[in-house]
């Protein structure tokens, strides 16, 4: 049952509130915050303000050589670090037609996916925080930290990654990747099994997040919804199949689609989700070549005068990044497409009239990592 | 020594017991709710403090007593100090009439059950004392939910309390405990024949009672995630731990209510204690009762650190909807079979 609500008619009483979530609520992950009026527990309009962690990537992006903004690019959205390195990598050897070895191809699709299943396993836990379940958020991070450990091994760090070169990667696997990933991809098909009937199938879960915060398809397009937003709005929109990039196009995989558009919908399409990275990286395990790892490379860097966009699906959506570039060693606009800006755009439309209990759920559900929204 | 077997040494002894269980319950409780979820959650919970975590909820109080009392200047100043008070004694005072053994009771009266209720009910007007008290827009929010939940779940409550009632013919509550003595199938829990439905009558209860505490998977009041901490926002110090206690109060209150009143209180389920045994037969009998006790208490637990939260319309729909019609089913046909079977 979704609750129904008069807007007019409560706006005409006058007896509203406005109640401040955030910066600094348990419920706004980060430091997001939402200036709700309320009419008792429901919300008539919601106003995100956003720019408390505005750090100026873009404006960085402009004033210093390529190379030099790599590391910024794992601290826009530091749960899926390396589709962020990707997207900007890529952008750059679009542009100066640097050629990617095979191999550094399939070591980048291995650890992009890898990087994806953490990152939903962070949601998930968070979610369902969101929630009120505080159990699942210690099992995601329980499995997260596998995957961190792996990621660790390759790239050397654990959150801000920057592993990704222009032409390649910046290093080989490291020694037993492979095997460790297997052991890995074998422990985490019968977790998601356990999830789903620990969590997924709760009948308190369900009906927390079935027809909760409808989102029409037209509705995401309007605001430029991507991800797993979208596809829960029943749109089999996945940058992976639609502008394949990389080798994804080698790659067997099915891109999760649900029609109904609730919570419930953006829900599984993550859940389902982590299940197709698994079989990517099965298979990118499988076909993964020998050979060099990082191309031929200019020591000095310029790109050509011009214009260029790359994307890549990111955990939470499309991601592109754009650059100008007037053939000097730094662009000259560097722009930052990212999804859970557009995402949490939808938010005022989509949860007016809700419940504030399902407004917050239907905030959880985008999935909005506030760094992202405000680079 | 000629006192110490007076009545108003009694009395005072039961009053001191009573204090020092409801505080030593509330401090373990807190340490084993903190146990058990790092056990669900595979970590091994405060492991620091003490042996093994066992003086953590010392250092907790230690904490908490030594914070500043902070009172907001908007708040009414008399109310959001009294609320804590408010909510801690009916709780205590409901335990002087549970029957912990056949003679471990502070003070036994023949309408112990309806004095548990009348008390219990004040809980409600305790945390809309403290939402309204201080003046913050969650709070208020909490305290109209806490109403409204309370309210909701106190008729089914009631009402399986009335088909109990039909059953034991007394509201003194030693006396329902030696209705159920003998075998565990006296208990009742497992008398169907008085009615068939009485496991559902303690499974709506204990809803019911998991819904009067605000506990998950029903903390409306607390909601963390919508309401910051509800109700208890603007409470530091011990002011936030008296309501912590008066929790695990009403928790230990509610679990004592429901073995007294469906688990045979203090019997074993094995048959009597050899009237042989005397003062050491009240001991097993108190033994029995507090295993009950807790494996209730750790129900409750497992449920929290499982479930999430449900949705504040889901839960008045349960009540509503669900929980009332069928408790007065069980009412009617609790009624019904007491006129027309022979007893």
Known sequence: MSASFDIAASAKSGETFVLNLGPQHPAAHGVLRVKMTMDGEYVMRSEPVIGYIHRMHEKMGENRSLAKFLPNTGRIDYLSALHYNHAFVGAVERAARIEVPPRAEFIRVITSELNRISSHLVWWGAFLLDLGGFTPLLYAFDDREKILDLLEGVTGSRLTYCYFRFGGVRDDLDEGFVERTRAFIAQMRPRLKMYRQLVTDNIILRKRLENIGPISPELCRRYGATGPVIRGSGVPYDVRKIEPYSVYSQLDFEVPVYPEGDCMGRYRVRMDEIAQSLRIIEQALDKLPDGPTLGKVPRVLKLPVGDVCYAVEAARGRLMVRIVSDGKEAAYRLKLRTPSFSNMSLFEEASRGMLLADALALMGSLDLVIPDIDR | ?343
């Open chain 2, 1 to 343: 020594m000629s006192f110490l077997l007076t009545e108003p040494f009694r009395l005072l002894l039961s009053i001191l017991c009573i204090v020092a269980f409801v505080g030593g319950n509330a401090a373990y409780l807190v340490l084993a709710e903190r146990k058990g979820a790092g056990r669900f959650q595979n970590r091994p919970g405060p492991n620091e403090a003490g042996f093994g975590g066992w003086l953590q909820p010392i250092a907790d109080v230690g904490k908490l007593i030594s914070k500043q009392l902070m009172v907001p200047p908007e708040a009414d100043q008399l109310l959001f100090r009294l609320a804590p008070l408010v909510v801690l004694t009916p709780a205590m005072m409901c335990l002087a009439v549970i029957p912990f053994g056949d003679t471990v009771v502070a003070r036994n009266i023949n309408v112990g059950l309806l004095m548990v209720f009348s008390f219990g009910s004040i809980n409600v007007m305790a945390i809309l004392l403290s939402g309204w008290a201080s003046r913050n827009k969650f709070a208020i929010m909490s305290a109209a939910r806490v109403v409204s939940q309370n309210v909701a779940y106190e008729i089914p409550m009631l009402l399986v309390v009335i088909t109990l009632l039909m059953a034991t013919g007394t509201m003194d509550l030693s006396e329902i405990v030696r209705q159920q003595a003998g075998g565990f199938w006296h208990w009742n829990f497992c008398r169907v024949w008085i009615n068939p439905l009485m496991p559902v009558t303690f499974v709506i209860f204990f809803i019911c009672m998991l819904a009067e505490t605000n506990r998950a998977p029903f903390d409306m009041a607390e909601a963390e995630s919508e309401l910051v901490a509800g109700a208890f926002t603007e409470y530091g110090s011990m002011g936030f731990g008296v309501f912590f206690m008066a929790e695990y109060a009403n928790i230990v209150l509610g679990c004592s209510l429901a073995t007294v009143l469906f688990f045979g209180g203090w019997q074993t389920g094995l048959g009597a204690v050899p009237a042989a045994w005397g003062g050491w037969g009240v001991l097993v009998g108190l033994g029995f009762f507090m295993a009950k006790l807790y494996a209730l208490i750790f129900t409750v637990i497992w449920v929290r650190w499982t479930f999430p939260r449900t949705q504040f319309y889901i839960l008045l729909n349960l009540s509503w909807k669900i929980l009332i019609p069928v408790s007065l089913f069980t009412l009617l046909l609790s009624s019904a079979m007491i006129k027309l079977l022979p007893r």
